[in-house]
């Protein structure tokens, strides 16, 4: 035949060895970028959103999932709910889970103390 067969060189002195190494270096970089300006600062609010429902007790002002706004009356641990009254009379059982923002009795709702300066 005409034609050889063609044989690979040995990889016995690579010049080019740290190349694998320099090609990973900006992978981690990235990754590590993301770690601490995404993921992690979204693990801290998930963690203290989770400690704020848990610490929710009867008379704190709350927003549920659903946007209504009402005032704790009664919190069941054992079925890990809370009863909401949202008006005089009008009282909802939801779940803990659920409650998107808990203010406690004394925090003032957001705007309120604004609204006496433009008066």
């Not at 993921?39 to 704020?52: D, F, G, L, S, V």
Request: charged share 25%.
């Amino acid at each position: 035949m005409l034609i050889s067969t063609a044989w690979a060189q040995s990889a016995g002195a690579q010049p080019g060895g740290g190349d694998f190494f320099m090609s990973i270096v900006p992978l981690v970089a990235i990754f590590a970028i993301m770690w601490f300006l995404l993921i992690r600062p979204q693990q801290q609010k998930m963690k203290a959103h989770r400690e704020q429902v848990a610490a929710t007790r009867r008379g704190d002002r709350v927003t549920t999932g659903g946007g209504l706004i009402g005032t704790v009356v009664r919190v069941d641990d054992e079925n890990d709910e809370v009863v909401v009254e949202l008006a005089e009379g009008v009282r909802v059982r939801a779940v803990r889970s659920t409650l998107m923002d808990v203010r406690s009795k004394n925090e003032p709702v957001s705007g309120a103390a604004n609204d006496d300066t433009k008066k």
